[in-house]
């Protein structure tokens, strides 16, 4: 069961859009911290936490696609 844990915890880091760890360079804190508020939010708010999340990682997507450096004027 443990193994079984650690796995879908390694699958959702891996492709959870990196929000928390993101967010977490930003503020100077620990990636799991920020992992641990954004669950007690969910709980505390009824899932407003993740609505929050969602909506993070859609804005950092947006800014990535946005702020894309571009080596020449053929890139696009």
Known sequence: MR???QGFR??????GFYVSSRLADKLG???KNVR???????????GAGFVIYLTLAFWLKLKDLVYTKRTSVFDL
Do not use: G, N
């Open 3 to 5: 193994e079984w844990i």
């Open 29 to 31: 804190m620990r990636a």
């Open 36 to 46: 641990l508020f954004f669950i007690y939010a969910s709980f505390f708010t009824m």
């Open 10 to 15: 390694y699958f959702l880091e891996k492709h």
